[in-house]
């Protein structure tokens, strides 16, 4: 078995970048900077034979690439507790075009639909009980982000390990995006 998803890298300085945002709460499991990625779809586990399947359904997939911009922060909760700290994505109908291909794909591939609204964010962090004020302060602060815009030509098949000091994250394949005429 194999535990899969889609995703988009990020440039390495853009990587860095949201990394340097890292610190002062308590309690936050901050993402390595080569973790960082923009999840287009969780596969979760499956045998190598359906893997063989989703690797023949993404080549399928046809988009055009486009451009990304990362703005803004926020974070998730759970019970009025946060539980993540993210970067955001502006609005993108290019990247939410590329999804839903992706989705499309993945279901003809076998897979049962996502159940989930998708949601495009970069993960920053997870929150284990922290003091909800260090959480405000990291969200006034870092509030105004807004990176330069990267392009986007491709999208990624990565496998995951879990392990107690974090996921070990390796790229399976990549699927090229159309040029832009």
Known sequence: MVRLFTAIALPFDLRQ?????????????WVAPENMHLTLRFIGEVDEGQMEDIDAALLGV?????????A???HWETKGKATALWAG???SPELLHLHGRIEAALVRAGLP????????HVTLARLKKPPTARVGD????????????FAVEEFVLYSSI??????IYREEAFYPLTPIR
């Open 162 to 167: 879990l392990t107690a000091a974090g996921p």
């Open 113 to 120: 639909p996502e159940p989930r609204n998708y949601a495009p």
């Open 89 to 91: 994505i502006e609005k």
């Open 17 to 29: 970048r949201l990394a340097f945002m890292g610190g002062g709460i308590p309690g936050a499991k």
């Open 138 to 149: 990291f969200l006034r602060e870092y509030g105004p982000f807004r990176a330069p815009p």
């Open 72 to 74: 803004g922060v926020g």
């Open 62 to 70: 046809e988009a055009p690439r486009f451009d990304l911009t990362l």
